[in-house]
């Protein structure tokens, strides 16, 4: 990833992975090694390793592994430029300034900046209007109906775009070309192509970005106009499914608390910040979609979905279900009971029942495994049709759980649950596990293979011994000793390291491998282990050979005993010879 020469890799060369570690937990030297608690699994000894020297850390529980970068990436869940810099900052290394490659590229951001500045100034314009004009005060007073005081509005920057039809844009026109309103998403064009404010007569709660720069607007009609919610269309810095709102001040909550509140929309989300809760998010529509969730995933992988009652809320919830399910988020499910007659949206439930009925009704909210099988207790179970469908409605979740013994606990869980017979579920399931394999990622193994000690020798001087890897690469290369081994794919991958030119840096030609030989290879660099040398290493390949001579001994002389009379005979005993001498060599 830090490309030679670049300011990443300037950063990785300067900084000290021992102390940028050490900011997070407490490390303590053990040999050549520091140790301490991994941060990213349960831990009460320390199984998670630091090398000084190779500037790469280890944990032999989770196996986790990688680089200083790889490191803050996993800990503050951010992209990798972000941990780049994060750890230029810890280290003092001044980070340049962006250069634009292209002149489209800088007009691009021209025009960004200027929008984003555009949003800033409709956002004070909407918050004035609210304040200040008679209209306003019309909407403050729905507000004040709806629970909301002056500090929650100013707080969320609750603001009111007036009737009027074209004041805002009258507004912006004196500063802004007209080519750059249009692609606001703030205006409208009529018959005849007269411009005129798209949000009228509406309440107006700003869409922040992660980095909390407002980007769009989401609308409730203040009367009965149609669409009770309209929001800002896509434009040059919204995209729909890449934001959510809330999130830009719900980050440190995430981060602490570990799990997120997802709700629908923006009132619900005000609502439920306000109980108390920050961590609430809201995917301002009814369908979460797949970069929201990669979004959410870099601050937790733990949500409790919260969506409306209603039969499209209903729907959203299942389909979130499967999507985070899918990217290996633990989902809880909270399906608030109705007040009287209404069904009970968070807004709703917090105003009627109160904060601390919330939290509550959050802390006991099931994992959604019951969720889903409480669905299915509304479908007919008395027949063996209604039986169907309900395992029917259940499996494409089931299949969705990448971890086998999760899957095995649904099983019986649902046996029980719906009354049908273990072993019958189990089949299909079993099926259904099976039609799924081939799209899963490889699960990372919970135990990493034991490769033999020559071998391991034999991969480590491939990373360590500067003085005669390359003809070390060389002779593995040539007798292709490491075919057909355990480890072959980290010989492969160390080999073509090691006969480059600059050979990669051992971080890197980890993120090359799979996770259980990324895993096995880390190991292999963090043993204690003394220095090679060039003898051992012709001892080793030695051995390596022999194994290869016993292998295809025991192969000929399969042969020959399969075969005794065959007219493959002589060439089988001629070649039985020749192994033989060359085993006694
Ligand atoms: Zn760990």
Known sequence: ????????????????????????????????????????????????????????????????????????????KCPFPEAVRMVAEKCGIPIPRPKERTPEERKENQQRSALIEMHREAQSFFVKQLETTAEGKA???????????????????????????????????QKYAEKLLAESGLLSRGDGGRAF??????????????????IAFGCRALGDDQPKYLNSPESPIYSKSGVLYHLDRAKDALRRQDFAVLVEGYMDAIAVAR?????????????????????????TKRVIVNYDPDVAGQAATER???????????VRVLALPPIGEKKADPDLFIREKGPEAYIKALKDSPPYVD????????????????????????????????????????????????????PVLRAALTKAAAERRSEVKTQPQLVGKAAKPIERRLIRMLVEAEGFRRELAQRLQEGRLYVGLETEKIFAATIVAALSEHPAPATEVGALLEERDRRLFFEILFEEAHEGTWEEAESCLEALRGRQVEKELALVQREIEKNPGGPAMRELLARKQELLKKRAV
């Open 1 to 76: 990833m830090a490309e030679a020469g670049s300011f990443a890799d300037r950063v990785k060369q300067q900084a000290d992975i021992v102390r940028v570690i050490g900011e997070y937990l407490r490390l303590k030297k053990s040999g050549q090694n520091f140790t301490g608690l991994c941060p990213f699994h349960g831990e009460k000894t320390p199984s998670f390793a630091v090398h000084p020297v190779k500037q790469i850390f280890h944990c032999f529980g989770c196996g986790k592994g990688g680089d200083v970068f790889t490191f803050v990436m996993e800990m503050e």
């Open 139 to 173: 909407a403050r007073a729905y507000l004040e109906d709806r629970g909301m005081d002056m500090e929650t509005i100013a707080r969320f920057g609750i603001g009111y775009a007036p009737a009027g039809g074209d004041i805002l844009f009258r507004y912006l026109k």
């Open 197 to 214: 404010d798209r949000f009228r007569r509406r309440i107006t709660f700003p869409i922040a970005n992660e980095s909390g720069k407002i």
């Open 275 to 299: 109980a108390g809760i920050s961590n609430v998010v809201a995917s301002c529509g009814t369908s979460l979609a797949e970069p929201q969730i990669k979004l959410l995933g870099r601050f």
């Open 320 to 330: 979130s279900i499967s999507l985070l399910l899918e990217n290996d988020f633990e």
């Open 371 to 422: 969720y889903l099988i409480d669905r299915t207790r509304k479908m007919d179970l008395t027949t063996g049709e209604g039986k169907l469908r309900a395992v029917n409605f259940l499996l494409p979740y089931v299949q969705k759980i990448p971890n086998r013994i999760l899957r095995s606990e649904w099983a019986t869980r649902i046996s029980q649950q719906l009354r049908i017979d273990e």
